[in-house]
């Protein structure tokens, strides 16, 4: 199994927090959990956070427990979501995705935040730096828009051509949108952009696409896309149309190809650092890391029924290739 190694960002500087789990040691600490998703898709990750909590020493129903918010789709409940997990005096916040990490730092520049989001930090004004994260917010960054190149670059690779290339993305999570522009305009790249917010309009989006004579499609790193990724796979077949996905769990459910980093893993490392945070840790003292291993996996059913014949080099490259 080959792995792509990039470098982490280290170390990090300073103040005093007024609320972190030391002062909460001889109580049960609580962390709020919020989410744009919903409980059912959750478990995979939320059982690697607590792995990662577990990891060092925070063990959930014993010294831990997580109070869970969900905005099951709607990106507008999350700031009243957000405000209600402050009544239970949380030692910290964890939040998946861009528009949660922000609901949740407009409600508290105090409370800690861990974050695993998919652009830049400190463009979405999370943090002054990687290394010095300088306020109440740290966690994972997987800086999606540096991998829409690569991406782009394997499914062009995949179809043996220079098809011209749809991007599929919300248009609640404008941060991502621009950042994925100025990389695509800075190599002279350009992509045919479809925006959904929601399940009522992916359809409408992949028409779109289709009249844009779109070859080939990919699907933006984007919570509702991942909570609605049965359909999007269901669409790009009915369609036709050739798609990658930033995660493994489109390909398990489907789709054509995928390459990104490990959400289970990620996960995994945001329960280490709110775990080191309940220990004392500060998040500003907290360097902001990177996933370090990106995963291609293919799915050759899918390759098959799309007339495709992948090439034997993108095969061998593979991590994983899905019958």
């Given at each position: 199994m080959r792995r792509r190694?990039?470098?982490?960002?280290?170390?990090g500087a300073a103040p005093l927090w007024p609320l972190t789990a030391s002062a909460q040691r001889s109580a049960v600490a609580v962390i709020g959990?919020?989410?744009v998703g919903s409980p059912d898709i959750a478990s995979p990750y939320d059982a690697a956070f607590e792995r990662g909590l577990a990891e060092r020493g925070f063990v959930v129903g014993k010294n831990v427990t997580i109070e869970r918010r969900w905005a099951r789709g709607n990106h507008s409940r999350l700031p009243e979501l957000a405000q209600e997990l402050l009544h239970f005096n949380p030692a910290l916040i964890i939040g998946g995705g861009n528009v949660v990490a922000l609901a949740a730092r407009k409600v508290t520049s105090t409370i800690?935040?861990?974050?695993?989001?998919?652009?830049?930090?400190?463009?979405?004004?999370?943090?002054?730096?990687?290394?010095?994260p300088?306020?109440?917010?740290?966690?994972?960054?997987?800086?999606?828009?540096?991998?829409?190149?690569?991406?782009?670059?394997?499914?062009?690779e995949l179809l043996q051509q220079k098809a011209t290339v749809g991007f599929l993305v919300n248009p609640d999570n404008q941060?991502?949108?621009?950042e994925i522009d100025e990389v695509a305009r800075s190599t002279g790249r350009t992509l045919k952009v479809a925006k959904a917010r929601n399940q009522d309009e992916l359809e409408p989006a992949f028409r779109q696409l289709v009249s844009a004579q779109v070859g080939a499609v990919l699907v933006s790193n984007d919570a509702i896309f991942f909570n609605l990724r049965a359909q999007l796979v269901a669409l790009a077949d009915r369609h036709s149309l050739p798609a990658s996905y930033e995660f493994r769990e489109f390909p398990a459910a489907g789709g054509l190809m995928s390459y990104g980093p490990s959400l289970v893993a990620n996960f995994e490392k945001a329960g280490i650092y709110a775990a080191r945070i309940l220990g004392g840790a500060r998040p500003e003292d907290l360097p902001i890391q990177q996933p370090t291993e990106f995963s291609l996996v293919l799915n050759s059913a899918t390759a098959r029924s799309l007339g495709i014949e992948i090439p034997p080099s993108l095969l061998a490259r593979a991590d994983e290739v899905i019958e």
């Open positions: 190694e990039f470098i982490t960002l280290l170390v959990l919020l989410s800690p935040i861990v974050f695993v989001i998919a652009s830049d930090p400190v463009k979405l004004g999370l943090a002054k730096s990687f290394a010095h300088g306020g109440n917010a740290t966690g994972i960054s997987m800086m999606t828009a540096r991998l829409v190149l690569k991406r782009l670059e394997l499914i062009q941060d991502l949108l621009q």
